[in-house]
Structure formats: C-alpha cells, structure tokens
C-alpha cells in the first residue's frame, strides 16, 4: 500500500500569510494527487486534483505542485475561512489513502 | 452536484445496515463513485470503489469480505452494504464522486454499539 505522509501536522499562521503544507508519498504516483480542505463539522471539499489542477469553484490563492513522491498545496494570503485542516489523497492504485491531515489554526 | 447519504444509524454489534448516496446534478452513470469514512483517532480511511458500469469493483482490507457496494444508475444511487458490524466501525460515512473524490456527500453517521 502506498503511505501519504503530510507535513506539518499542524501550525499557526496568521491572516495574510502565505502557508505550504508537504506531502510524500511512499512510492511513485506520478500527479494522481489531490488535496481538500475541511472544516469542523463538514464534509472535506476537493481542492485540486492530478497535483495541480484547481477544482471548479477554488480561488487561485490556493495552488498544488509536484510529481512523484513529493507534493506541495500552498494557500496565498491566507483569510479567515482558509483556517481548516488540509488531507492530501493519491488515486494512482487501489487502495487508495489520504494522509494524516495538516490543520491550520489562527496565531 | 449533490450527493446525499442515508441510512445510517445506531446498530449492536454484529448487525447490518445499507447505507445509500443519491446523486444529482451530473451523469451518475459515466462516474466512478466512492465509500470513504472518517473518525476521529483514524482519520479518512478509503473504503470501496465501483466502476462506472458496476462491472468493477474494488475494497479497503477493512471492508472486504463484510462491504459491499453497488449501485443503481437507474435511481442514480450507489449503496453500502454493511455486514457483521463491529465497534471499531463506528464512524461517518461519505460518498464521493470519482476515485480522486471530486464531489463529497455531507456524511451519515454510523454507530456501532451495544
């Protein structure tokens, strides 16, 4: 089974910066990557997918890139409603996992 | 897109439940679809995928042999079939559209206790 490691597994930020949150993959899944966000209470929303291609919807503060093992999701200017935790998925190979979670709290 | 999941409940240990996701507001029938849960000591854990068609399907260690899934494009609604229900089951219940989870349901609780 491939592992999605995340990192950090949370920090502090405060509103108007700029947040990059890791993601490894124990083997290769070339760009089958995708990120969401959630917050308390609700369902995860897909943020991009294939590493970095922003869903329908998403502000283009939020990017993805990265291919193989290694992956970033990075937010610009981070607001308010940016605060929520982030799971990175792959969907190369059954079974599919996500990793552990990154949550993002206001400092 | 709207995926609404039913079903769940409170059931003892060693029960059954089917858990449902009606689909609307795209083509059910060309999308793969998606069972995943969430708790909060073990986090997303992916569940079991079907084809499109329903010809594929594929299971989580931790669903196979007790899960089933399947679905009715003719209804638009993909099912759970949830067997020999264990405490360590306890957890809500998403549908997704597609295996890179494109589109969530908002969940349905289930609680596996005596």
């Known amino acids: 089974d491939i592992q999605m490691t995340q990192s950090p597994s949370s920090l502090s930020a405060s509103v108007g910066d700029r947040v990059t949150i890791t993601c490894r993959a124990s083997?290769?899944?070339?760009?089958?990557l995708a990120w969401f966000q959630q917050k308390p209470g609700e369902a995860p929303k897909s943020l991009i997918y294939g590493a970095s291609t922003l869903q329908r919807g998403v502000p283009s503060k939020f990017s993805g890139s990265g291919s193989g093992t290694d992956f970033t999701l990075t937010i610009n200017s981070l607001q308010v409603e940016d605060f929520a935790t982030y799971y990175c998925q792959h969907y190369t190979d059954y079974p599919l996992t996500f990793g552990g979670g990154t949550k993002v709290e206001i400092k | 897109v709207q995926l609404l999941e039913s079903g769940g409940g409170l059931v003892q240990p060693g029960g059954s439940l089917r858990l449902s996701c009606s689909a609307s507001?795209?083509?059910?029938?060309?999308?793969?679809m998606t069972w995943v849960r969430q708790t909060p000591d073990k986090g997303l854990i992916w569940l079991a995928a079907i084809s499109y068609d329903g010809l594929n399907k594929y299971y989580s260690d931790s669903a196979k042999g007790r899960f089933t899934i399947s679905r009715d494009n003719s209804k638009n609604t993909l099912y759970l079939q949830m067997n020999s229900l264990r405490v360590g089951d306890t957890a809500i219940y998403f549908c997704a559209r597609t295996v890179a989870f494109e589109d969530w349901g908002r969940g349905t609780l289930v609680t596996v206790s005596s």
């Open positions: 507001g795209f083509s059910f029938a060309t999308n793969a």
């Open positions: 083997q290769g899944i070339g760009t089958s």
